[in-house]
């Protein structure tokens, strides 16, 4: 089996300005939002699912010049027939919510200590009994309060310690799996701190409830990631010297067989 796409947590470094990554199967691509960074010597992560090219590559989309750590987790494999259950499908990007704009909701601020309800199954190719998916959430403050959201599945108790931080006066993105409940929706509390938010979520891909054999989950083990090309970086395995006979200063993750 081949790997289709990849878990990655990625690293902005100490930027001075401000500014964003996003990843992509290649440049032409609707990219997956990563990150945003504020700046100020404040390094981020944030966690995606990507895509993978056929030759084994994503592409990073960098606004500004910083360095970067691109850490993996896993791949996800393909499978044939009908998805195992439980099992990851990807889907080309997809933006369901942007309250911005009113696309998927309407369109104004979600208020602190409120609970919206976001429609997965059954649109953008997600079966209406997937029991889960793979969304890029970013909240957009305009205050100078941050604040905490929590998703999770409609027609349920919301869990008292599950939440997501955003920052003040920016954009924060953050990458979660997400448990769908009641036709195929799963809920979005905004914490009672901060003040009201944009919300905008982006599908990357889903958990099959159905009966096959589909792709599967594999946890990564520990590598060095290095540029493939100007725009690319490609995991290789660890040299048999170390790292550091390589040049390479991070041993993080390595590309699947």
Known sequence: MSSVQVSVTVTVFSPSLSGYLK?????T?????????????????ASSIVALAGNGQFGVLSQRSVSILIAVQGYYTAGTGAPAPGGYVPVKPTRLVDTRYGTGL?????PPNSTT??????LA???????????????????????????????????ANVSLNYLANTATI???????????????????????VDLVVDLVGYYSAASGTGG??????????????????????????????????????????
């Open 29 to 45: 691509e609707v990219p997956t939002s990563a990150l945003v960074y504020t700046g100020g010597g404040l390094s981020v992560s």
């Open 106 to 110: 309407p369109q104004t601020k979600l």
């Open 174 to 196: 953050v990458g979660a799996a997400v448990d769908l409940g009641t036709d195929g929706q799963f809920d979005l509390w905004i914490g009672p701190a901060g003040t009201a």
């Open 125 to 159: 190719s997600v079966p209406a009994d997937a029991s889960a998916a793979y969304v890029m959430l970013t909240a957009i403050s305009s205050s100078t309060t941050a604040g905490y959201f929590a998703p999770y599945p409609t027609g349920t108790t919301r869990p």
């Open 216 to 257: 599967a989950f594999t946890p990564a083990s520990a590598g060095c990631m290095t540029p493939a090309s100007a725009r690319t970086l490609r995991c290789r395995p660890i040299p048999a010297a170390g790292c550091g006979s390589a040049g390479l200063s991070e041993c993080r993750c390595r590309q699947p067989a």
């Open 23 to 27: 990843l992509t199967a290649d440049n």
């Open 117 to 122: 309800s976001v429609k997965v199954g059954g």
